[in-house]
């Protein structure tokens, strides 16, 4: 590990002024590529106290043995010649990113003498026009198919192609139609080349000339009793239209754009585009990263940036591109895009309307894609084996935490405090072992005191069970958890009644597990909750919640459970007693799984939290009396237009409801009368109380 001490550069010996640097390695190799528009400034920050640093930053400057850089005059150039080194070098400390899959394309080969159309992967190549990517293959070959009609194209191989010239003779689709047969002189390399630039203009957008200049000479045919030609003519543009139909329409105003979404956490990044041309969604891509570098999403943006039009030109560059994130310069990489594409670019934020809409389209499939390549991830047992055998070395484990337990609290101002518990075995999660738990010893925002007391009645139980029946042997059957019911002061049930105590229920449908007879169960041969405990107790926090997580199970005189906690600031991995954080390194798969873990258990105690939230601005004074139903509720609501208005009601008017005896109005005028009134709502602007005459909670 160097010192970056021992390679900084003198004061005064880094200009300030835009350009690129890299940072080498003491094997020279290039380990980071940066621009800045000010080098000094930039390289400066780089020199700092090693404890105010990222940890990726840190990582970076400690394995660099150098620096050097180079001035540019403007920060467009700067952009350019970063790009052009990070494709060079390929540092591994810079963000790149890497299609998750190869894209076809469709396209024309428009650099030899008779262009050809076909289905083409890889890198691209120069005096190409493409079209897409297309999500497969067979799309562009159904596109393709209807086209040829109108545009017969050759589509053939060069030895197809040779061999039909030899010959004489033309393919079949030479006979069908669906080739102008320029192998055997049909048509003239001009007139052949006239129809591949028809076909790339109609696959660039450019749709509506052609099919109004077909419709017209179908109408002249029909006039002149052509009924034949008329009626290929039909034909032809009917199998545009079906090809436009591959691609719907999702920009009314026929815009040439590509819109850049990006989905991330804290080690990785997934960008999806979609390529919109004449409004109609012609391709989409997407990639997958690992963010190895202290970067945020404008900065991502702009790694996507140069990536997708780094080689690009024309008309490739499309006239708007629209981005979650402005770039950190974002006249720079206007000017930049501008340069490649020959004319203005717009590159902006969608605000309002069909764009901003479609942006969220896009937004949804960066989120997919991320969560997709975590669970491929997350399914490889040789990575989940691999991750558990870190988590026990970074811990000083003796065994590998085979059952993983996190704990997480939820809370929206200090009201409707719950905690979620979230179980992993073997790498994976368990829903069936997830626990929900209401804080009830004390009310108030107090996130140690509520993980305390979490921590303190799961384990409560654990000791419960565990003498009431006994040491049980373990063996392989256990080495699982198994649901079953939990004590009245260990956690809520998914559905219990809100005056019921806490209790402790699966959060989702939990499939029956098979008989294992070495795991404790009920007499009722029901499988226990709770009675199985973890190798590896994580909380969601830092060193607070980590202390009390080990001192509520050191009051319980539990000292088999190892406990961490993962900080969200820094993903530091904290440890009982220890002042310093355990830092894993940010490739480790052991931090991978933790992170996992606990951003599972920060999901379920916020979904639980919304509920609880969303079930209590919904209550009524009306959903404490026994006997009274969502129907008869919601039918004097109707007869009497709010609760306010049937607090006013007597006994004789409230029996006016249909289905409402005398017993149940009795009821339900107690029950008003006992609830305490609603606070008045005030107009804040004026002051001024607002009255509600037909207001009231409602059920």
């Known amino acids: 590990m160097a010192d970056p001490s021992s390679y900084r550069p003198k004061p005064g010996q880094i200009p300030d002024s835009p350009g690129v640097y890299k940072f ?47 001035v540019v005059s403007t920060e467009v150039e700067a952009l350019q010649l970063e790009y052009s080194w990070i494709k060079e070098f390929d540092p591994r400390f810079n963000v790149k990113y890497r299609d998750d899959k190869s894209y076809p394309y469709l396209a024309v080969t ?18 190409v026009r493409y079209f897409g990517p297309y999500g497969h293959a067979w799309a562009i070959r159904e596109t393709v198919d209807l086209m040829l009609r109108v545009f017969p194209v050759r589509t053939c191989s060069a ?4 061999n039909a010239a030899r010959t004489g003779r033309p393919c079949l689709l030479g006979y069908i139609g669906k080739c102008s047969a320029p192998c055997v002189g049909r048509v003239t390399p001009e007139e052949h080349r006239e ?63 590509d819109l850049i979404a990006v989905a991330e956490d804290e080690l990785e990044a997934a960008v999806q585009i979609f390529h919109v041309r004449g409004g109609r969604v012609r391709g989409q891509r997407g990639w997958v990263t690992d963010k190895v570098e202290n970067v945020d999403t404008s900065g991502l943006v702009e790694h996507a940036l140069q990536q997708l039009y780094g080689e690009e030109t024309g008309d490739s560059v499309p006239k708007e591109v629209l981005v979650p994130a402005l770039p950190e310069d974002p006249e720079a990489v206007s000017q930049w895009l501008a340069g490649r594409r020959g004319a203005q670019v717009s590159l902006r934020i969608p ?10 389209t896009v937004q949804r499939n960066a989120q997919q894609a991320l969560g997709l390549h975590k669970t491929k991830r997350a399914s490889d047992l040789t990575t989940r084996s691999r991750a558990l055998e870190e988590i026990a070395e970074a811990l000083g484990l003796d065994t590998a935490p085979l059952r993983i337990e996190c704990f997480d609290i939820s809370h929206l101002q200090g009201e409707d405090v719950v905690a979620s518990m979230v179980v992993f075995e073997d790498g994976l999660a368990r829903k069936g072992e997830y626990r929900r738990f209401q804080i009830k010893g004390f009310e108030g925002q107090d996130d140690v005191r509520s993980m305390h ?4 009645r799961r384990f409560r139980r654990y000791l419960a069970d565990k003498e009431r029946t006994g040491e049980w042997e373990e063996g392989p059957a256990a080495t699982g958890p198994v649901p079953a019911d939990a004590p009245a002061e260990s956690a809520e049930p998914a559905r219990a ?5 806490a209790r402790a229920a699966p959060a989702e449908p939990a499939p029956a597990a098979p008989a294992e007879p070495a795991e404790p169960r009920e007499d009722d041969g029901r499988p226990k909750r709770f009675a199985y405990p973890p190798q590896l107790l994580v909380v969601d926090g830092g060193q607070p919640q980590v202390a009390a997580a080990k001192r509520a199970l050191d009051e319980l005189g539990i000292d088999d459970i190892a406990v961490c906690g993962l900080a969200k600031r820094l993903e530091e991995v904290w440890l009982p007693d220890d002042d310093d954080p355990v830092v894993l390194p940010r490739s480790s798969e052991g931090l991978y799984l933790l992170q996992r873990v606990r951003d599972e258990a920060h999901r379920f105690a916020i979904t639980y939290q919304r509920a609880k939230r969303a079930k209590r601005i919904r209550s009524s004074p009306l959903d404490a009396i026994a006997g009274l139903g969502d129907t008869r509720k919601q039918a004097l609501i109707k007869h009497f237009g709010s609760v306010k208005k049937l607090k006013q ?10 289905g409402i005896g005398r017993r149940t109005a009795e009821s339900v005028a107690v029950a008003l009368a006992a609830s305490a009134p609603a606070a008045p709502a005030v107009n804040t602007a004026t002051g001024e109380i607002i009255e509600d005459d037909d207001g009231g909670s409602t059920t």
């Open 195 to 257: 129809l591949a630039d028809d076909f790339c203009d109609f696959m660039a957008g450019r749709t509506g000339t052609y099919i109004r200049r077909l419709e017209k000479d179908m109408t002249a045919a029909a006039e002149e009793m052509e009924y034949e030609r008329a009626a290929r003519l039909r034909d032809d543009v009917e199998a545009l239209k079906r090809a436009m139909e591959k691609s719907a329409v999702v920009l009314a105003d026929a815009t040439d754009a």
């Open 351 to 360: 605000q309002r309307g069909d764009k901003k809409d479609l942006m969220a």
């Open 649 to 658: 009601a007597t006994i004789d008017e409230i029996c006016e409801v249909p």
């Open 24 to 70: 080498r390695d003491e094997h020279r190799r290039v380990i980071y590529v940066g621009k800045a528009k000010s080098l000094r400034q930039r390289l400066a920050n780089y020199f700092q106290d090693l404890s105010g640093l990222h940890p990726r930053t840190r990582t970076m400057v400690t394995t660099a043995a150098s620096v050097e850089w180079t």
């Open 110 to 127: 428009l650099n030899e003498e008779f262009p050809r159309v076909q289905v083409m992967r890889g890198a691209k190549k120069k005096g």
């Open 159 to 162: 030895g197809v192609f040779k």
């Open 497 to 501: 009644a809100p005056a019921e105590p």
């Open 453 to 456: 007391e979490v921590i303190s």
